[in-house]
């Protein structure tokens, strides 16, 4: 019979480790975060219970298991000497850092909370998940206390985020119609606004603004300022602060906020949010303005003139955040706009200092609106000038983001394949074992079908010279591909009684599957 080989060649044998169930195991701290949690604002980054079905979930928890983030985690020890023709059997799937972050995101968006207390549905959005990381609600942004919870939506199945304002309500009906100019933006580092609407479903007046929904998110505020702030302060041996967030990052903030700016802009709008905490982190390096739109509602319209005004406004508030972050200081964006010239250029020679003229000049620029406006067209700066200012810097990022296109599209190659070997393992399970041909011996016993059979069990029934099972995921991918391919190459498949053998080639099985499909699918067939 087959004998399991520990390496082999991917032209006519690909090698892939033995695949050992039994090594597969939960992560700890994921089988902590189990079903019946209760609301609790610091472990809201914890997962609850998935829904079983977007539309229809079951109100009690239903007993469920984690995902096995390590079902195709490598295990040790692992082969260095590969020869060119040779694969692991990572090699057949994502690697497991995007895996696994995919994983997390789409349990995230499936996650619900029966026990939260907030209302069944708003509109058409139900099962309310609160995303807010801290209690303390403050009006410090809106004017308004605010909420923020994922939910389903009734009418398409997706995921949304709602941002709730405690306690506001609506006097004028127009202002709500500002929402339909920010439907219409498309920019990829905005969060899409659907919609607004009323409720009084949590006991007061609220306003709700819909946007997509992103998993996993974080804030800039978070990231930069936080308890577990990802670049932490740096220090020298005389006790003085270096600058900590590599300059990289700083462009790619600039860049993607400026280019949100402009979209916004040219179509007479102003963003007039550019807090950190309203600025979310989607993955690495990737920001999104999160809270567009509301103040268009809560402040009313504007006059042109206004507009213009919020608009300068935007490109110093761009500026304030990007130095508050280059010098992590956090006073330059919470003073707002009684920041002092002097703690601005401070902070700016301190940039000076440690990075690059480039983005020095950048923010000077930036926070210069409102002293002397310095565009020689207009005399007033803009956010087209600054684009065409720092283009350099665009390029730079539309190189890397290339870069990344590409090795996302060589990791999605690794799975071409198995999506067919999915397709082709599913025709077999159509094919063996039917119940309903369970007493018809003409069904399996004989001709292709029989062959079939034969062949399932070479595939998966392998068992080696003690009779114990061989479990090995190579040797299926081998013989699957090679089906697949109907490649001329012989099998010699044994009966269940060991009594006789047949030799066939890969050519002449795949024909089986094609005519016994076929014939299945026929309307009496
Ligand atoms: N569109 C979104 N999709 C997914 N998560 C989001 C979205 N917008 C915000 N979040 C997440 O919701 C959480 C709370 O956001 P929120 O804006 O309330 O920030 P906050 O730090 O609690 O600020 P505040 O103190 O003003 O409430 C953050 O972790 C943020 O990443």
């Known amino acids: 019979m087959y004998n399991q080989k520990p390496m082999v ?21 994921l089988a902590q975060n189990m079903p019946n949690q209760r609301y609790d604002y610091n472990s809201m980054a914890q997962y609850a ?9 079951q109100a009690q928890a239903a007993h469920y298991q984690p995902l096995q983030y390590h079902l195709y985690a490598p295990l040790p020890p692992h082969k260095m000497s590969l020869l060119p023709y040779q694969r692991t059997v990572q090699g057949f799937f994502l690697s497991d850092n995007i895996r696994e972050e995919l994983q997390r995101k789409s349990e995230a968006s499936l996650q619900i ?88 479903a949590f006991g007061d007046n609220s306003i709700i603004f819909v946007y997509d929904y992103h998993p996993l ?34 462009w790619s903030y600039l860049v993607q906020l400026s280019s949100a700016l402009k979209t916004i802009h040219a179509a007479n709008l102003a963003a007039r949010v550019m807090d950190p905490s309203k600025i979310i ?3 690495k390096m990737r920001v999104r303005l999160s809270a567009m739109g509301i103040m268009d509602v809560v402040g009313g319209s504007v006059s042109k003139e206004a507009m213009q005004m919020l608009q300068l406004e935007d490109l110093v508030n761009l500026g304030r955040l990007i130095l508050s972050i280059a010098c992590n200081n956090q ?16 902070n700016l020679d301190f940039t000076g200092k440690f990075y690059s003229v480039g983005l020095k000049n950048a923010l000077a620029y930036l926070l210069a609106s409102t002293s002397t406006p310095v565009s020689a067209e207009s005399g007033i700066n803009n956010v087209d000038d600054f684009v065409h200012m720092i283009a350099p810097y665009y390029q730079q990022n539309l190189n890397s983001s290339l870069h990344y296109q590409d090795s996302l599209e060589s990791e999605l190659s690794r799975e071409v394949e198995n999506g067919r070997l999915v397709r082709l393992l599913c025709k077999f399970n159509f094919i063996n074992e039917r119940p309903e041909y369970d007493h018809d ?46 490649v001329d190459e012989k099998v010699m498949l044994v009966s269940r009684d060991e009594q006789s053998c047949l030799i066939v080639s ?18 009496n067939g």
């Open 113 to 200: 909370l029966p026990t939260s207390g907030l209302p069944e549905s708003l509109d058409v959005y139900y099962s309310l998940v609160p995303l807010d990381t801290n209690a303390e609600r403050s009006n410090r942004v809106f004017g308004y206390p605010s909420w923020i919870y994922k939910a389903f939506s009734k009418s398409d199945g997706n995921t949304y985020a709602l941002r709730r304002l405690e306690g506001f309500k609506l006097a004028d009906e127009k202002s709500i119609a500002t929402v339909q100019q920010w439907r219409r933006l498309s920019n990829a580092s905005m969060v899409t606004l659907f919609e607004a609407f009323t409720t009084r």
């Open 281 to 283: 982190l989607t993955s």
């Open 331 to 346: 006073s330059i964006i919470s003073m707002g706009s009684s920041v002092s010239l002097q703690l601005i250029s401070k």
């Open 217 to 250: 998110s974080s804030t800039l505020f978070d990231t930069h300022f936080g308890p577990g702030a990802r670049y932490p302060v740096v220090r020298n041996a005389n006790g003085q602060i270096g600058p900590s967030v590599p300059e990289q990052v700083l």
């Open 506 to 523: 890969y050519k002449e099985l795949k024909s089986c599957v094609d005519v016994v499909f076929r014939d299945l699918c026929r309307p």
């Open 9 to 29: 060649n991917i032209n006519s044998q690909p090698f892939v480790p033995s695949y050992n169930p039994t090594q597969i195991s939960v992560e700890p701290q």
């Open 49 to 57: 219970t998935p829904a079983p079905d977007l539309y229809y979930q």
């Open 441 to 486: 011996p003409a069904w399996s016993e004989t001709g292709d079908r029989y062959l079939l059979k034969l062949f399932r069990d070479y595939v998966f029934h392998q068992t080696d010279e003690n009779g114990h099972p061989v479990v090995d995921l190579g040797h299926v991918l081998r013989s699957l591909n090679k089906l697949d391919a109907g």
